[in-house]
């Protein structure tokens, strides 16, 4: 390879490099977040009954540590429909944990749902642990339900361990959201029509 010739493919890649530098950190960002081997999946107990409080885009971890069906596989929840066969969540429980987060019930449509702060699709269950109501205010339900649905894709795809996608979305949703980047985002958007805004 002639000088000239090394000096256009290292000028070639300092411009992509330069270019491409938010992504290339925000993939770093995503790997590090995600990284891991399947583990015992440790939420903690749920301590708190009542007084619940928001910390930013994250439940009160006392009241809402998550909880998931010790059971589930990534062979089970990677079945279409899946979420549909384990959805349970009674009407009184819904009030109660309104009420436990000092939210008048009902509550105005469209402006907060009962959340499953494990997904159910990634194998969340239906416990009062793993329930809270989630605004649709940024960052609400509709940027956790992308961040459920990117989850979802990369334990399916083999790209991530089911116990590491439980306990990082229970633990920091939304650092994961924004490591998604704008193009991933949009991209899920358009997938996943239903549950985007």
Same mark, same amino acid.
């Given at each position: 390879?002639?000088?000239?010739?090394?000096?256009?493919?290292?000028?070639?890649?300092?411009?992509? +490099?330069?270019?491409?530098?938010?992504?290339?950190? =925000?993939?770093?960002?995503?790997?590090?977040?995600?990284?891991?081997?399947? !583990?015992?999946?440790?939420?903690?107990? =749920?301590?708190?009954?009542?007084?619940?409080?928001?910390?930013?885009?994250?439940?009160?971890?006392?009241?809402?540590?998550?909880?998931?069906?010790?059971?589930?596989? =990534?062979?089970?929840?990677?079945?279409?429909? +899946?979420?549909?066969?384990?959805?349970?969540?009674?009407?009184?429980?819904?009030? $109660?944990?309104?009420?436990?987060?000092?939210?008048?019930?009902?509550?105005?449509?469209?402006?907060?749902?009962?959340?499953?702060?494990?997904?159910?699709?990634?194998?969340?269950?239906?416990?009062?642990?793993?329930?809270?109501?989630?605004?649709?205010? +940024?960052?609400?339900?509709?940027?956790?339900?992308?961040?459920?649905?990117?989850?979802?894709? !990369?334990?399916?795809?083999?790209?991530?361990?089911?116990?590491?996608?439980?306990?990082?979305?229970?633990?920091?949703?939304?650092?994961?959201?924004?490591?998604?980047?704008?193009?991933?985002?949009?991209?899920?958007?358009? =997938? +996943? $029509?239903?549950?985007?805004?």
């Amino acid at each position: 390879m002639g000088c000239l010739a090394v000096v256009a493919w290292v000028g070639m890649y300092a411009t992509y +490099y330069y270019a491409n530098r938010g992504e290339v950190a =925000r993939k770093s960002e995503l790997a590090a977040l995600l990284g891991g081997f399947e !583990q015992f999946v440790d939420l903690g107990e =749920r301590t708190q009954v009542s007084d619940c409080q928001y910390h930013g885009p994250l439940p009160d971890k006392d009241c809402t540590p998550g909880a998931i069906f010790e059971n589930a596989t =990534r062979k089970e929840i990677c079945v279409k429909g +899946y979420s549909k066969t384990v959805r349970n969540v009674s009407v009184s429980l819904k009030k $109660k944990i309104f009420d436990q987060y000092g939210i008048d019930y009902p509550v105005p449509f469209g402006s907060y749902e009962i959340d499953h702060l494990i997904p159910l699709s990634l194998g969340g269950s239906n416990e009062i642990a793993n329930l809270w109501p989630k605004s649709a205010e +940024y960052p609400g339900f509709y940027e956790k339900n992308i961040t459920g649905n990117y989850l979802l894709e !990369q334990v399916c795809a083999g790209n991530i361990a089911l116990s590491i996608a439980q306990e990082r979305i229970a633990k920091d949703w939304f650092s994961i959201y924004t490591a998604l980047g704008k193009d991933t985002v949009r991209q899920l958007k358009s =997938r +996943y $029509k239903n549950w985007a805004n």
